[in-house]
């Protein structure tokens, strides 16, 4: 039986303001909260709300048939508590459904993944403990920004515990082989893949209401008997894009969710269901693996990551965030880590591309990728020496290692001493209970037995 495994991503960028050269040393905030907020409502207003609306009305109306997974960004999580609750809100009402899996991924959208394995690990703690605050579940499969993949990651993230990971169905990795099985981690059998069917995903996000088309109007009957068609053996049909795809990307006039709403009747005519990606990991078995020795993304014909590292411009910027990575890693300054967060999102080196794929693309604020690299990099000199002031930038690596590691064993050292106190706080509490209680009683057993020898001595007298 096929069945489609329907995922959605959610991602919001944090817009950099104007700074300038002279401001290094000056200004130690980057952002345009103007531009932050304006987004961030904008997409709220025409995308998520009314396409977690209609998810949420997908799954009632199915009686739980329907099933889709979501991943949200920490930078995006922290947009949507501050200008976007409501999102919020739906995102827990779909999760209540019990019809919906978040996955992890990166908390920043960046790609630490391709730079700094301590880095990436760190992050993705952390994504996985907001995950698991939120939305009361611990996230077993994983998703990259972009959907980034090689052996490298794979082996990566399965030793961080996960049991699947979603990436593209690239024809330069896949070869004659086909998107519509499950699949394994070169070297790392018990990491599973989930390869995303462009063709079918892009007819939804990208091509949906283009009247140039030559398969416009697309009905959701038609885009199941697709489906149908497929090869009987062909049974997982992964349908992975960016939740602004449904608003913004294709808008709602164009009657997107509509299309959306009537897939689940459309497909269970067909005998066609929806699972989660857990699911189809424990139902169904690998076939074979995926040998991607070099990087691949879901961007670009090309699905690779020349979008944020395909010109020098990007790999020096992107090379010299990460210059300071290990010492960011250990700070312990909340603003630092804010900072370090927003500055590695992958838009930022996406606005320095000079590859020409055909589509224009929209740089904000910027005329060009030289003016964004340069923006870029005055910021990062003003980040990088806030950075240096904790951690002197003439400390070699194994000064600051052993820096590092004095700190963690202080902290390590605090945290048992901390435990232990808490353990002695609650015996001295318990010992205090004991002898408020002995007390208590105490004075009573002296008053009843100095009046049982009173009336003994009267007794005597009368006698």
């Given amino acids: 039986m096929k069945t489609i495994c329907l995922y959605f991503e959610i991602h919001q960028e944090v817009h950099l303001k104007r700074y300038r050269f002279f401001d290094i040393g000056r200004d130690h905030y980057y952002y345009d909260e103007y531009a932050n907020e304006q987004s961030m409502n904008e997409l709220a207003e025409k995308s998520y709300i009314p396409a ?60 630490s993944s391709l730079a700094n394995e301590e880095c990436f690990r760190e992050e993705v703690l952390r994504m996985q403990d907001k995950i698991r605050v939120l939305f009361g579940k611990a996230p077993k499969v994983f998703r990259n920004s972009s959907l980034v993949y090689d052996n490298e990651i794979g082996s990566l993230v399965a030793s961080m ?59 959701a ?24 795809a449904l608003g913004i990307s294709q808008s709602l006039s ?23 990606p857990s699911e189809i990991i424990s139902k169904l078995k690998s076939v074979d693996q995926i040998d991607c020795p070099y990087p691949m993304s879901w961007v670009d014909e090309e699905r690779d990551i020349s979008p944020w590292l395909g010109n020098q411009l990007q790999r020096a910027a992107f090379d010299k965030l990460y210059s300071v990575g290990e010492r960011v890693r250990l700070c312990t300054d909340n603003r630092i880590k804010q900072d370090w967060d927003y500055l590695q999102a992958s838009n930022n080196f996406r606005y320095m591309t000079t590859k020409n794929t055909g589509i224009e693309i929209n740089r904000g604020i910027y005329s060009s990728p030289y003016d964004a690299f340069a923006n870029y990099m005055n910021i990062l000199g003003d980040f990088i020496s806030r ?77």
């Avoid at 699949?183 to 140039?212: M, Q, T, W």
Wanted: charged share 30%; net charge negative.
């Fill in 254 to 276: 164009s009657n997107i969710l509509e299309f959306l709403k009537a897939l689940p009747k459309c497909a269970k005519d067909r005998g066609i269901t929806f699972s989660t």
């Fill in 221 to 244: 009957d038609k885009y199941m008997d697709w489906i149908a068609e497929m090869p009987e053996e062909e049974q997982v049909i992964n349908i992975f894009m960016q939740l602004s």
């Fill in 52 to 111: 977690l609306t209609a998810l949420i009305e997908m799954v009632k109306n199915s009686d739980g048939a329907f099933k889709v997974a979501l991943s949200v960004s920490g930078v995006a999580l922290e947009m949507l508590e501050i200008h976007a609750p409501k999102v919020l809100e739906l995102l827990h009402e779909l999760n209540d459904t019990g019809k919906c899996e978040f996955l992890c991924e990166p908390y920043s959208h960046g790609l």
């Fill in 387 to 463: 950075v240096n002031e904790l951690y002197p930038v003439d400390m070699d690596n194994e000064e600051l290692n052993s820096l590092l590691t004095t700190i963690k064993n202080q902290d390590d050292e605090l945290t048992a001493m901390n435990k232990e106190v808490l353990k002695l706080q609650e015996k001295l509490e318990k010992a205090q209970s004991e002898l408020n209680k002995y007390e208590d009683v105490k004075p009573k057993k002296t008053v009843t037995k100095k009046k049982s020898t009173a009336k003994t001595s009267a007794e005597k007298e009368v006698k």
């Fill in 161 to 219: 515990g996960f049991k699947g990971m979603l990436t593209e169905g690239a024809k330069h990795i896949l070869g004659w082989k086909s998107p519509h099985y499950l699949y394994h981690c070169a070297g790392v059998p018990k990491l599973k893949l989930l390869l995303r069917d462009f063709k079918l995903s892009d007819d939804i996000s990208l091509r949906f209401s283009n009247s140039e088309w030559s398969e416009y109007p697309l009905f």
